[in-house]
């Protein structure tokens, strides 16, 4: 499994995401590659799953069923209870 977070130019925000999502990770028991990325770099095959604001997902070419979408990217119970229900299904 591969995470990819997502923002518009692939530095901070991105990268922030990705370090959340490891915590997340690590405090739910799954295991997953995580990196970050700019939002032209993230295309459909790059990853199994994409983390991504609301701001850029519409903006985005991934599939909706591949997309996790934030509300606030700097919300952890947000991305929590997303990860978790994604990895329920």
């Known amino acids: 499994m591969k995470i990819m977070a ?5 530095l901070g925000s991105s ?3 990705e370090m959340n ?3 997340v990770l690590k ?3 799954v295991e997953a590659e995580v990196e970050h990325s700019d939002l032209a770099s993230a295309v459909s095959g ?8 609301k701001d850029i997902a519409e903006s985005s070419s991934v599939p909706a069923e591949k997309r996790i979408v934030l509300d606030s990217i700097i919300s952890m119970p947000e991305l929590e209870e997303k990860l978790t229900n994604y990895f329920k299904k």
Request: proline residues 0%; glycine residues 14%; contains cysteine.
């Open 6 to 10: 997502v923002c518009g130019s692939g």
């Open 46 to 53: 790059a990853a199994d799953l994409f983390v991504m604001a």
């Open 27 to 29: 405090k739910i028991g």
């Open 15 to 17: 990268f922030m995401v």
């Open 21 to 23: 999502i490891k915590k």
